[in-house]
T-cell receptor, first 115, second 114 residues
Framework: IAGITQAPTSQILAAGRRMTLRCTQD?????MYWYRQDLGLGLRLIHY???????GKGEVPDGYSVSRANTDDFPLTLASAVPSQTSVYFC??????????????FGPGTRLTVL | GDSVTQMEGPVTLSEEACLTI???????????LFWYVQYPGEGLQLLLK?????DKGSNKGFEATYRKETTSFHLEKGSVQVSDSAVYFC?????????????FGKGTLLTVNP
């Protein structure tokens, strides 16, 4: 079934630990995104990638890094997790970023708790 | 910068009641507007969209009209069902240099009781 997969589904992490959230899409979409969802704040963009080999900073990039070595994968790394990074993380993808409209498709999310 | 303001929830309705969730936006140029829905335990799904002024997006009995004069994109449904219980997000995609990005409202939780 085509779509976006994320792993893990949920994780409890000690503060200071390094963590990588995985995201894979099989739709051959050029663009990919990472959002965090926090109660009362909606979704906020962390990082994005317009195409393989390029990345950019979103609204809340501090404490996170991404890479885009190929079209399908877009991992998000927390180098040293802090409790304020407790959130639900969503990966999304779209065909591209130019033009009038490109629907973003979302993965099922990763619930991360940092203690 | 771009911003989206949607009505605070939660909203609780009885089955077959009418629904309106207000959404207003601030953006330069001519953004595209969206409503996304998030069912419990799932990711977001696109519900409907409108890409230019006066367009009406519709899907699953939901409608929203892109009103540039009032910078609004209110979500409406004439008769809600229990299965419509979810969180609804209004979002916009800018028309300028930031058109890679969706800007979301904070979400409105809808609960429909039998």
């Amino acid at each position: 079934i085509a779509g976006i997969t994320q792993a893990p589904t949920s994780q409890i992490l000690a503060a200071g630990r390094r963590m990588t959230l995985r995201c894979t899409q099989d739709m051959r979409h050029n663009a990919m995104y990472w959002y965090r969802q926090d109660l009362g704040l909606g979704l906020r963009l962390i990082h994005y990638s317009n195409t393989a080999g390029t990345t950019g900073k979103g609204e809340v990039p501090d404490g996170y890094s991404v890479s885009r070595a190929n079209t399908d994968d877009f991992p998000l790394t927390l180098a040293s997790a802090v409790p304020s990074q407790t959130s639900v993380y969503f990966c999304a993808s779209s065909e591209g970023t130019s033009g009038s409209y490109h629907e973003q498709f979302f993965g099922p999310g990763t619930r991360l708790t940092v203690l | 910068g771009d911003s989206v303001t949607q009505m605070e929830g939660p909203v609780t309705l009885s089955e077959e009641a009418c629904l309106t969730i207000n959404c207003t936006y601030t953006a330069t140029g001519y953004p595209s507007l969206f409503w996304y829905v998030q069912y419990p335990g799932e990711g977001l799904q696109l519900l409907l969209k409108a890409t230019k002024a006066d367009d009406k997006g519709s899907n699953k009995g939901f409608e929203a009209t892109y009103r540039k004069e009032t910078t609004s994109f209110h979500l409406e449904k004439g008769s809600v069902q229990v299965s419509d219980s979810a969180v609804y997000f209004c979002a916009l995609r800018g028309s300028g240099g930031s058109n890679y990005k969706l800007t979301f409202g904070k979400g409105t939780l809808l609960t429909v009781n039998p």
